[in-house]
């Protein structure tokens, strides 16, 4: 079964960083799309940050010019550099891939969703 698991989240003084990454494990075949997706409490799901498997990347305008996301394909691995945090990006952050694996066609996973708070 294939897994994906965040790592990197914790606590934060505003304007200070975190660094998140994203794993994926399993019989994994091919990875098109990943993201970061982010729940405050009471909020929606929001989309952060895509990437796709050319490299092409898209940001919420909320986080434009403070994070990046990458991927690292020899390690099926996203990752996402938050710079400059603010109190409103307090909230789990979740990561998710379109992983075609051995058992059956692409599928979006989801990770159990790592904690960020920044406090004020």
């Known amino acids: 079964q294939v897994q994906l698991v965040e790592s990197g989240g914790g606590l934060v003084q505003p304007g200070g960083s975190l660094r998140l990454s994203c794993a994926a494990s399993?019989?994994?075949?091919?990875?098109?799309?990943m993201g970061w997706y982010r729940q405050a409490p009471g909020k929606q799901r929001e989309l952060v940050a895509g990437?796709?498997?050319?490299?092409?990347?898209k940001y919420a305008d909320s986080v434009k010019g403070r994070f990046t996301i990458s991927r690292d394909n020899a390690k099926n691995t996203v990752y996402l550099q938050m710079n400059s945090l603010k109190p409103e990006d307090t909230a789990v952050y979740y990561c998710?891939?379109?992983?075609?694996?051995?058992?059956?066609?692409?599928?979006?996973?989801w990770g159990q969703g790592t904690p960020v708070t920044v406090s004020s």
């Open positions: 399993g019989s994994i075949v091919n990875i098109n799309d």
């Open positions: 990437i796709t498997s050319g490299g092409t990347t």
């Open positions: 998710n891939a379109d992983i075609q694996s051995s058992r059956r066609s692409y599928f979006i996973y």
